[in-house]
Structure formats: C-alpha cells, structure tokens
C-alpha cells in the first residue's frame, strides 16, 4: 500500500475513534488479545522463579505478536479481494481499535465528574478503572495524582504510538504495537509472579514505545504552549526528571505534565498491598486539585488534534507529490 494512503487511513482510523470510541457490546480486538494473553499465563507461567519461565515469556510474546500481525493481514487481503473500499475500511476499522483517545477522556470525564458532583468513593471507583494501583482508600489529591499520572502517560500508548505504526505499517503493524502494549499492561510487572515471565513484553513495549515517546514529546509541548500552560517549564522539567520514572518511555510525558502544571507527580503507589515507591517529577510549587484533571485532559485533547492536522496535511503534501 502506497504511503500516502496509510496516512490518509491513519487519520480517518483517529477521527472513527473520537466520533464513536469503543461502543460496548462490539467485537473489539483487545479482548481476544486479553484471553489468549491470560490463557498463556494460566497455562505456562506455573513457576514464576524458574528460568524456563523466561523463554516461556519469549515465547508468548513473539507468537503473540506474528499471530495478530498474520490475522490482521490475511482480514485486509480478503477484504482486497472483494473491494478496493473494503479493504480500505477494513484498516480504518482495525487501527482505530488499537486508539483509545476518545476512551481517554472519557475516562478522565468520569473521574472529574465523580471529584465534583458524586464524591471520594465514586472517584475511587472511577479511577479504579483506568489504573492499576490500589485506589479504596486513596484520599481525593492521590486519586488526582493518579488520574494526572495516567492520562499523561497514555498520551503515548493510546494515541500516539499505535498511530505511528499505522502510518508505518498500516493496521498490521497498528495491532502488533497494541498487542505488545496489552501484553504489557497484564503481565509486565516487576513482581513476584511476573518479574520473570513478563520480562520479554515489558522490553519489547520499551522498543515499541521509544521513538513515538520522543515525537509526542514534540507535540505535547506544542500543544502545552498553545493551551496555555508553561511550555518551556514543561520541556525543562522533562530534561531533568523524565530519567529518573522507572520506564525509560513513560517519563517523559508525565515529566512533562508535571512540569506545564507546575506540581510535582510520582510518590508511592499500592498494589496489592505492597508499597512501590516512585520518584517525584517536576516542582512541588503547588498542589495538585480537582482542576488539574480537566486541565491534562485539555492537553491530551489537543495533542491529538495536533497529530491528526499533521497527518492530514502530511497526507495532502504526498498526494499532491509536493515531496
């Protein structure tokens, strides 16, 4: 497929996204990726400490991987033998499926609305679902933090970088990235079960995610200074503490954020019980509050837009083979 139109489908993939998001009760490629991920860990992942569990891990995601990226292909091959159009939405369809930014703010929504109107315990049970901490007792500045922590950081994961790959390699490729990102987001954990057998993903999502990391670093201090927030502080802030997150990816947005809001993110997470202690990002020159929420979700929303303009005229300048 030509590379003009990957980008013209990446962009239609990015608006199908905000239009409609993931309405409940369609098929959606992440829940099978989520079945076969935990089938893999039922099954092979019986002794965590065993070094075979690494292989295991190896094993897992790289089939996992060749098996989406081959489902995907041989659906958008079919899909060409019938219609030129069908194959066409075909690739929409799917890479808006590995996109979440409409499923991003709507997330950030709920847990703003449950802050103002429905109380702590609706907010608990709101962020509950988009982090994987422990949040019932998380008093109403942490649930903030973590509500600010996770839409910073899937600024990469969800939009972003399954659009790079589609652009690269088309819903394929888009599928293959979410597959990794899934396999991440289950079983790579630096913990007691999956420290061995999630290794191979948690590395692999690090590969995946590095360049797009570093371009939407670009973007989000665009769009920070367009907002309105302290852009400059943002991108100084992300020089000197992105390294410090424990993913050399993640940082960097949430760095970054910290620093266009001038608060201070990381601090200690619970899961399962167990404390897990993160650096602080950026300066503690205020508080975090309510407000904060609404105020990151401003600049996912536009980051995005940002990309989708881009793509779109990137898409124009190669039809018109300006370039």
């Known amino acids: 497929m030509e590379p003009v139109t990957l980008w013209w489908l990446a962009t239609a993939a990015m608006l199908l996204d905000r239009l409609i998001g993931d309405p409940r009760g369609w098929p959606h490629p992440v829940v099978l990726m989520g079945w076969w991920i935990h089938r893999w860990d039922h099954c092979v992942n019986r002794s965590p400490h065993g070094a075979a569990t690494v292989w295991w891990g190896v094993l897992m995601t790289l089939s996992t991987v060749l098996l989406v990226w081959g489902i995907a292909w041989a659906m958008i091959w079919v899909a060409s033998q019938v ?41 608990r049970t709101a962020v509950s679902q988009i982090v994987g901490r422990d949040t019932g007792a998380l008093p109403e ?73 570093r371009l939407t670093a670009w973007l989000l201090w665009l769009s920070m200074g367009l907002a309105g927030f302290n852009s400059p502080n943002a991108w100084r802030i992300m020089r000197r503490d992105a390294i410090k997150h424990p993913s050399p990816n993640a940082g960097i947005s949430e760095a970054m954020m910290a620093g266009a809001l001038s608060v201070q993110l990381g601090g200690t997470n619970y899961y399962g019980g167990k404390a897990s202690h993160r650096p602080k990002l950026g300066d503690p020159n205020r508080i975090l509050n309510v407000e904060d929420v609404p105020a990151t979700m401003k600049v996912v929303n536009l980051t995005a837009w940002l990309a989708v303009g881009i793509m779109a005229a990137v898409g124009g300048l190669l039809q018109c083979k300006i370039w």
């Open 83 to 123: 219609s030129v159009l069908l194959a066409a939405a075909m690739q929409i369809w799917l890479i808006s499926t590995t996109i979440a930014w409409k499923g991003l703010i709507d997330a950030g929504y709920q847990v703003y609305r449950a802050l103002t109107r429905q109380g702590l315990t609706a907010a």
């Open 141 to 213: 500045i942490e649930v903030v933090r973590a509500t600010v922590e996770t839409l910073a950081e899937n600024i990469v994961d969800a939009i972003t970088s399954p659009v790079f790959f589609a652009v690269l390699g088309g819903a394929p490729l888009a599928l293959a990235y979410r597959a990794v990102n899934t396999m991440d987001s289950m079983v790579g954990y630096k913990n007691d079960r999956y420290a061995h057998f999630g290794f191979a993903s948690a590395r692999l999502d690090d590969v995946f995610n590095f360049v797009p990391a």
